[in-house]
């Protein structure tokens, strides 16, 4: 698996796995659990991860959706 989007934001991630379900791409969200034994303070970034074979379509679904990859 490889790393597509690391975020702070919760609603960034529900976006992203909402478009790359839409193109039939597996994701997976990683560090939920961390994030929120954290509480409400927002310091711990969750990540989406997708299969290495999806992540160029994974990318392009992103950027063609304006979503801030962060790379």
Known sequence: MKELLRTTDPTIIAFAQ?????????????????SILEGSIGILPRRLMVADYDHFGATVVMRDNDVDLGK
Do not use: K, Q, T
Request: hydrophobic fraction near 45%; charged fraction near 30%.
């Open 18 to 34: 909402m478009l790359l379900r839409g193109e039939d791409i597996a994701c997976f969200e990683f560090d939920v659990n961390s």
